[in-house]
């Protein structure tokens, strides 16, 4: 499992882990179970570069608390939403579809969605009225349980690349007991934070659904995209849900 841990942290950040694990379909499986802890993980990074900053102002803790987490995670799963709105909104077969997210070459609709993206989670996160790092924290690890959810029961459209090699190496089991002790820590920290994470579930469907009707199935590049839509309403909902607290 430490190989599992080690993986996922490699595959879903850019800390600097220089140990070597081999990228075969047990490791690959057990890493889907720690899915949501680095979620967890990237989310307290932003809370707590949030603290370190917020004290000067509100404004400039949320935007350094957005920043780190861009940076902590390379920027990764923009890469992703930029090319799969270049791809879907294009309006093209499935086979242009998929070469127009192939090309690394940014359009028009990838640069309107990272800008507005990010705009939006600057304004969410300078919303946000209480415990910014819990809130960040579990807005995040909802977005990685959803991605661990689709990478095991979700087909993919080609039988090649990451995100195909993730769900080739039938991480269910993985993937069910991670969600179960995340569900877990939810109910132990407050019941009303599961609200977030339904939520978090109902964007998964959606965009299944969108995406088996533009491309037959995920990619990488999709499931990136995934990840920040799912961050965007989970943030969203916890800002009605604190009002309840």
Not at 99 to 106: A, F
Not at 120 to 136: C, P, R
Not at 169 to 196: Q, R, T, V
């Amino acid at each position: 499992m430490i190989d599992g841990l080690i993986l996922s942290i490699q595959f879903l950040t850019r800390l600097p882990i220089k140990k070597q694990v081999e990228f075969n379909d047990e490791n690959l499986s057990k890493s889907i179970f720690f899915y949501p802890l680095i979620g967890m993980l990237i989310g307290g990074v932003g809370g707590l570069f949030y603290w370190l900053f917020g004290y000067l102002n509100g404004n400039i803790g949320s935007f350094f608390a957005l920043i780190s987490m861009i940076i902590i995670t390379g920027g990764l799963h923009l890469d992703g939403l930029s090319d799969t709105c270049d791809g879907f909104l294009s309006y093209r077969d499935k086979g242009r579809v998929l070469e127009i997210m192939k090309d690394s070459r940014i359009g028009a609709f990838g640069v309107i969605s990272i800008v507005l993206d990010i705009l939006l989670k600057y304004i969410l996160i300078s919303s946000i009225e209480g415990n910014i790092a819990l809130v960040l924290s579990l807005s995040y690890g909802n977005s990685r349980l959803i991605i661990a959810y689709l990478m095991s029961t979700k087909k993919v459209t080609k039988d090649e690349g990451i995100g195909y090699m993730f769900h080739k190496s039938n991480p269910k089991k993985h993937a069910l007991f991670g969600g179960i002790i995340y569900i877990l820590i939810l109910l132990i920290l407050k019941p009303i934070y599961l609200i977030p994470l339904l939520f978090s579930f109902i964007a998964g469907e959606i965009m299944t659904k969108i995406t088996y009707k533009k491309i037959d199935g995920f990619t990488g590049d999709v499931y990136g995209a995934t990840i920040e839509i799912v961050e965007t309403i989970s943030l969203t909902i916890f800002l009605e849900v604190l009002k309840w607290i």
